[in-house]
Nanobody, 123 residues
């Protein structure tokens, strides 16, 4: 079993930045695909970004160029640096993990989930 705990959410003005963290425990996740999803009120949970290895990352078009996903395998931690935030980025952000390497962008692709952290961007 893998436990995931997100942190770093909060309230920020449009154009600002936040850095989310996701601490994993229970197992070493260095060989896992790790991802970030988000869910706004009344909407489906959507893919944001994922990382297979330090150099294999991919992003949703809505965040490409503004968000950066990274991982620190020594700390068993995943990050999401979010810059140039927009009000439409407001959502609960979830960390997810799958015990395999691949291009996973669907919610059902992931086996483990954190509890989520709220990000609110004011205009």
């Amino acid at each position: 079993q893998v436990q995931l705990v997100e942190s770093g959410g909060g309230l920020v003005q449009a154009g600002g930045s936040l850095r989310l963290s996701c601490a994993a425990s229970g197992r070493t996740v260095s060989r896992y695909t790790m991802g970030w999803f988000r869910q706004a009120p009344g909407k489906e949970r959507e893919f944001v970004a994922a990382v297979m290895s330090a150099t294999s990352t991919y992003y949703a078009n809505t965040v490409k160029g503004r968000f950066t996903i990274s991982r620190d395998n020594a700390k068993n931690t995943l990050y999401l640096q979010m810059n140039s935030l927009k009000p439409e980025d407001t959502a609960v952000y979830y960390c997810a993990a799958r015990g395999a390497v691949g291009w996973y962008t669907r919610r059902n692709d992931y086996d483990y989930w954190g509890q989520g952290t709220q990000v609110t961007v004011s205009s």
